[in-house]
Structures are given as structure tokens and as C-alpha cells.
């Protein structure tokens, strides 16, 4: 591309997430620890907020998409948070199963878990590199 045919990535907008149930998917995103940010029924939509950012995780109610597990290798939305292991135990005890124990990345420690619809959520800290993280 030349100059004058280019574009510039400015940051992330929303993340889209495709659920079969707008009320259910949000009660589970709740449980899960989210604040939703606003809801549209008559749209089908939900946005949850993810930390102080604009910008968020939209649910939209697609009503041919049933429940399902994770597919195999699928698109994952991993999300800063300080303590992963803390962040198992939360989900653990509000009924959310982790997908595995939470595991070492370069960074730090990852649990991911799925929603009813098979979304993948990734809540990752930056133990290792705390450098890199948001807050210290």
C-alpha cells in the first residue's frame, strides 16, 4: 500500500461475541465478574465494561446460535487482571469452571474459561513482567 492508501490501527473498539441468550449470557458475565456498561434488549445487544477503557465486550443475541462447547482451535479474548489465580478462584466459586488450572505464560499465569455459547475468556496477570502490566 502507498502512503495515501494506508491506514493507522488506533486501538480496539469493541470485541463481539455472539450468544443465544442476551439474559443469560448476561447473569453469566455478571457471575463471571463484568459490570455491564448498557444493555439494549430490543437490539439484542450488551456491551460489559473491561477495566476504566471505553471500549468493551459487546454481547449480541444471535438466536441461531445454540450452546456449545469450545471447537478445538478457536479465537480467544484474553483480559489483563492481577492475580490469575485469584481470578480462578472467583470464577470457581461463583460456579464457572476453568477450562484447565490456571497456567504459566511468559508473563505471568492464565485461566481461561467458556461461556455457555463457547466463547473462550482469558484472564491473564503480569507476575512475571510486572513492567508490563497496567497497575503495579
Known amino acids: 500500500m502507498s ?4 491506514y493507522e490501527l488506533l486501538g480496539f473498539d469493541n470485541v463481539l461475541l455472539p450468544v443465544g441468550d442476551l439474559g ?8 463471571a465478574g463484568f459490570r455491564v456498561a448498557f444493555r ?5 445487544i450488551a456491551l460489559l465494561k473491561v477495566g476504566g ?3 468493551g465486550v459487546l ?20 483480559l489483563e487482571v492481577p492475580d490469575a489465580r485469584k481470578a ?14 490456571p497456567f504459566s505464560t511468559a508473563t505471568g499465569r492464565t485461566v481461561e474459561f467458556a461461556d455457555p455459547w463457547g466463547n473462550v475468556i482469558g484472564l491473564t496477570d503480569y507476575t512475571k513482567r510486572p513492567e508490563l502490566a497496567r497497575r503495579s
Do not use: H, K
Request: with cysteine.
Open 59 to 78: 454481547l449480541r443475541a444471535e438466536e441461531e446460535f445454540g450452546r456449545r462447547p469450545p471447537l478445538g482451535p478457536c479465537a480467544r479474548l484474553w
Open 53 to 55: 477503557e471505553t471500549p
Open 3 to 6: 502512503d495515501d492508501e494506508s
Open 88 to 101: 480462578a478462584q472467583v470464577l470457581r466459586e461463583a460456579g464457572i469452571e476453568a477450562l484447565d488450572p
Open 40 to 44: 439494549l434488549d430490543e437490539a439484542g
Open 24 to 31: 443469560q449470557a448476561v447473569t453469566f458475565y455478571e457471575r
